[in-house]
């Protein structure tokens, strides 16, 4: 085998690689002497079926699997030799050798992977901020149960809706006098100086009466999921049936029991519990975050252009659906489309080193993912489709890139822990409105 190096530039590496066609021929052979031993033709033994027969039958489809399978064999020891390692497939053309008795010759190019040390963090101090559960908050989530298992009586009086009643209605919803879909509806408890509908629309119901009909114009955000409405103005033909007044369940055993609990003590203790839980998220979130930019500053390396490109369109595909649903970022908004190609490109390349940056230090110090984490992130998800559960295992055991979804987060946390070892961590104790400030943390 003959490899003379025809690029070297930057992270591209290309070959051209010729092997000799008595080495094709070998190879060729010994297959068709595993193929002529396995051949039932009639007339001949199992076993016994001439080569010169093999051949003529099956000798072009042979040598395209042996040409095949030489130029995979070959790829693999050309970068293995030189301590290169692909960044993904390698482009392959055949210059000759598709005729017996020539000698194969192909090109190849690729980028590779750079090669990356891992970082010193011994100097790097981070601080993990940490929130202390109070009484007020877990007493502020059991109201907001109580307020949810709300009932409804039915105010008897004569008189206007006022704030904090709740206004049962039938609606229908119309643009220029013509119904749109999803715009009716009837029987709907509609708070007075509540949330949850089109701004404008709770407001233009104060001063109803139970029986009364009224037609509010309203106009939808322009950020509203549904294209077609958003930002529009449209008319609410509205028919008031009841006046009621929400009544608060009692904070006590029963509610507890409403919800599947024993009693209050234990619907107490389960709000703390899920509460420590979201709080120790978001420290766990933030102190991510800030690792992640302490390594974003520290890798000074470069990453193949291949890779940025395919992250930066998957980033861009998104952006423009935002974009064409009014629903962008508000620093976004007024930039001009070169203004946010640059700054998405930044994201990709920030994404794409900081992922090959935490592969190499797993594979470097042997981080791997037993199956009973797999097993038990398999199970949480397959826990967030209740009934659905046996078509969701089906659907990871028959896709191995959707079980990638699972484990490449599984992997990245078990990176971050072995990193956070490495650095100096100091718990600082903040108030919980301190630790929700911006805790997003992503690659």
Not at 8 to 34: M, N
Not at 174 to 201: L, M, S, Y
Request: charged fraction near 35%.
């Amino acid at each position: 085998m003959q490899v003379t190096e025809t690029l070297s530039e930057g992270l591209k590496r290309g070959f051209t690689v010729t092997i000799p066609a008595a080495d094709i021929a070998a190879k060729q052979d010994a297959r068709l002497k595993e193929v002529a031993g396995n051949l039932k033709l009639p007339g001949f033994r199992p076993g016994k079926v001439p080569l010169t027969l093999a051949k003529q039958r099956y000798g072009e489809a042979v040598r395209s699997e042996v040409l095949e399978q030489v130029v995979s064999d070959t790829l693999k020891t050309v970068f293995e030799e030189r301590g290169l390692r692909p960044s993904g497939q390698p482009k392959v053309d055949l210059v000759s050798g598709q005729e017996a008795g020539q000698d194969v010759s192909f090109t190849v190019e690729a980028e590779i992977l750079p090669e990356i040390a891992d970082p010193d963090l011994s100097g790097v101090e981070i601080t993990r901020l940490k929130a202390a559960v109070s009484d007020k908050a877990v007493d502020d989530v059991l109201n907001d149960i109580a307020k949810n298992q709300r009932s409804f009586e039915v105010i008897e009086e004569d008189r206007p809706a006022e704030t904090g009643d709740v206004v049962t209605v039938d609606f229908e919803g119309k643009d220029n006098g013509v119904p749109f879909e999803g715009g009716t509806a009837q029987d709907v408890n509609v708070e007075i100086g509540g949330q949850g509908f089109i701004p404008g629309f709770a407001e233009q119901i104060a001063g109803i009466k139970a029986g009364e009909e009224k037609v509010i114009t309203v106009t939808f955000p322009a950020d509203y999921g549904a294209a077609e409405l958003a930002g529009k103005e449209v008319t609410f033909d509205i028919k008031a049936k009841a006046l009621k007044k929400p009544v608060a369940a009692a904070l006590d055993d029963e509610l507890a029991k409403k919800v599947g609990l024993g009693s209050l003590e234990e619907l107490r203790s389960m709000v703390r519990q899920q509460l420590e839980g979201e709080y120790d998220r978001v420290s766990r979130l933030r102190i991510k975050r800030d690792l992640l930019d302490v390594l974003a500053e520290k890798a000074d390396f470069s990453a193949p252009e291949s890779m940025i490109n395919a992250e930066f369109e998957q980033i861009w595909q998104r952006v423009e659906a935002d974009k064409k649903a009014g629903q962008l970022d508000d620093e976004d908004k007024e930039k001009d489309e070169d203004t946010l190609r640059a700054d998405y490109r930044k994201i990709a390349e920030r994404r794409v080193k900081l992922g090959l940056w935490l592969a190499e230090i797993g594979r470097r110090n042997t981080i791997s993912i037993t199956q009973e984490e797999m097993n038990r992130a398999l199970q949480a998800e397959m826990a967030r489709y209740p009934g659905q559960e046996q078509q969701v295992l089906q659907f990871f055991q028959s896709n191995p890139q959707a079980i990638e979804t699972i484990r490449g987060p599984i992997f990245e946390n078990k990176v971050i822990d072995y990193l956070l070892e490495l650095a100096k961590v100091e718990d600082k104790e903040v108030s919980p409105e301190e630790l929700a400030e911006n805790p997003e943390a992503s690659i």
